[in-house]
């Protein structure tokens, strides 16, 4: 069960937007309990985007009481910037809070998808219990979000958890030099996504990256063991320093590599090499692809509750 202080008691509205699909849902007590589903436009303009959401989300709003928003990119004050321009184009500074919370007639509040599926774990997931706590996917890319305090971190520019651009010793792709290094670095997603898995399984001679995390956890792949293990490895390191800088004291893996229970085993097998004070516990994330759209909702609905608390004003914007 969802504790009382993270979630409204009615039902609340999520919106999933993404480069492949949009999602709707209503969320009750943290969990889905409807759903539909529409294909992104292309292109997927501002515009075009907003317009099918609404259209999307429409016939569940009328039993919501909250709108929440998870959306690729950096989102901060309700507005969004992409950063794939290449999957959404155009999308500079777009009101995305405030646009489909006015066409839905419903109070709306918008995180980034990383960021509202940490939301969903440590509310309803594998952050319970917890007070410092981090959400981890290992997918197309690597994405994060933070839980500080029992508070979401949230940054005024965007820049809440961007796990997969703190910067790695470059092997697979191009890096940067940086003067005093005698490597050169690059973002850690380039190292260690399913996307990097891939080009490695291409240059060893599998068809995908799925191919690749399968012959290596057959054991009997030793070039497919080292481009899983580095990227595990490469996850622990960055996992560790966090621990360090900011006392998480629990991790969780999602996204399709990130699940994986060979993934897993290799990541805490690699963490075991730091100092115990910077190994947080490292879990599976509990709530799937449901992660972004159940964090969206209870964010909103807690949001709303909060507000009409406050005489109005977002408690966000209030200073302790």
């Known amino acids: 069960m969802t504790p009382a202080n993270l979630v409204s008691p009615t039902a609340l509205l999520a919106l999933d937007i993404g480069g492949t699909s949009m999602r709707a849902a209503l969320v009750e007590e943290g969990r889905v309990t409807e759903r539909l589903q529409a294909s992104t436009p292309r292109p997927a303009t501002p515009e075009a985007v907003?317009?099918?959401?609404?259209?999307?989300?429409?016939?569940?709003?009328?039993?919501?009481?909250?709108?929440?928003?998870a959306c690729a990119g950096a989102v901060a004050g309700g507005r969004v910037?992409?950063?794939?321009?290449?999957?959404f184009p155009g999308w500079t500074d777009i009101a995305l809070q405030d646009t489909l919370g006015t066409a839905l007639g419903l109070n709306a509040r918008a995180l980034n998808d990383a960021r509202a599926a940490a939301w969903g774990e440590y509310a309803?997931?594998?952050?319970?219990?917890?007070?410092?706590?981090?959400f981890v996917t290992v997918s197309t890319g690597v994405g994060g979000g933070l839980v500080l305090g029992g508070q979401l971190h949230l940054a005024g520019n965007g820049l809440d958890a961007e796990l997969g651009f703190v910067s790695v010793p470059a092997a697979w792709q191009p890096g940067h030099a940086v003067p005093g290094l005698p490597y050169?670095?690059?973002?850690?997603?380039?190292?260690?996504?399913?996307?990097a898995l891939g080009v490695q399984a291409g240059r060893a001679g599998y068809p995908d990256a799925r191919a690749l995390c399968d012959a290596a956890e057959g054991g009997e792949a030793p070039e497919a063991e080292a481009a899983y293990a580095h990227s595990a490895a490469l996850v622990a390191w960055k996992i560790?320093?966090?621990?360090?800088?900011?006392?998480?004291?629990?991790?969780?893996?999602?996204?399709?590599?990130?699940?994986?229970?060979?993934?897993?085993?290799r990541v805490r097998g690699a963490l075991a090499a730091f100092p115990e004070r910077y190994r947080p516990e490292v879990v599976?994330?509990?709530?799937?692809?449901?992660?972004?759209?159940?964090?969206?909702?209870?964010?909103a609905g807690r949001e709303a509750l909060q507000t009409a608390g406050t005489g109005g004003r977002p408690a966000t914007e209030l200073t302790p």
């Not at 907003?50 to 928003?69: D, K, T, V």
């Not at 050169?184 to 996307?195: I, M, R, V």
């Open 240 to 265: 560790a320093d966090v621990a360090a800088l900011l006392g998480v004291t629990r991790v969780a893996l999602g996204g399709s590599v990130g699940l994986r229970a060979g993934y897993l085993t």
């Open 50 to 69: 907003l317009a099918a959401a609404a259209e999307l989300a429409g016939p569940l709003a009328a039993r919501a009481g909250a709108l929440g928003i």
């Open 284 to 299: 599976h994330a509990e709530l799937g692809a449901d992660a972004g759209l159940i964090g969206a909702a209870l964010w």
């Open 81 to 87: 910037t992409a950063t794939a321009t290449h999957t």
């Open 124 to 134: 309803a997931g594998a952050g319970r219990g917890t007070q410092e706590f981090m």
């Open 184 to 195: 050169a670095l690059g973002p850690l997603e380039f190292e260690t996504s399913g996307t």
